[in-house]
């Protein structure tokens, strides 16, 4: 089993840039792929990214693809999720997620994930 905390959200003016990261602690992160949601004001839950186990294959959804990027560093059980030219539309609850299928970064169904974090917020306003 894993736990994770996310951390890095916060407010910024829309073109700006956030780093969130998602901290795990429990037994062989690395073995877990993990993806990025969130969630806007009064909308249900939506994919963002997601990256395998070994940090070489990942997917983002349409929305940010090209504006955001996510990494791992498996020695330090963290995942980041750089966000760079924000849009008032990417505020939302940010949330990390795991699952223990290894090489998946294409499902997009929060119901696949297992372990779930807290969530961060970030809002992109002037």
């Known amino acids: 089993q894993v736990q994770l905390i996310e951390s890095g959200g916060g407010l910024v003016q829309p073109g700006g840039s956030l780093r969130l990261s998602c901290a795990a602690s429990?037994?062989?992160?690395?073995?877990?792929?993990v993806a990025w949601f969130r969630q806007p004001p009064g909308n249900e839950r939506e994919f963002v990214a997601a990256?395998?186990?070994?940090?070489?294959?990942?997917y983002y959804a349409r929305a940010v693809k090209g504006r955001f990027t996510t990494s791992r560093d498996n020695a330090n059980n963290t995942v980041h999720l750089q966000m760079n030219s924000l849009k008032v539309e990417d505020t939302a609850v940010y949330y990390c997620?795991?699952?223990?299928?290894?090489?998946?970064?294409?499902?997009?169904?929060?119901?696949?994930?297992?372990?779930w974090g807290q969530g961060t917020q970030v809002t992109v306003s002037s």
């Open positions: 997620a795991a699952t223990t299928v290894p090489d998946v970064v294409a499902n997009t169904d929060p119901g696949f994930y297992a372990y």
């Open positions: 429990g037994r062989a992160f690395s073995n877990y792929a």
């Open positions: 990256i395998n186990w070994r940090g070489d294959n990942s």
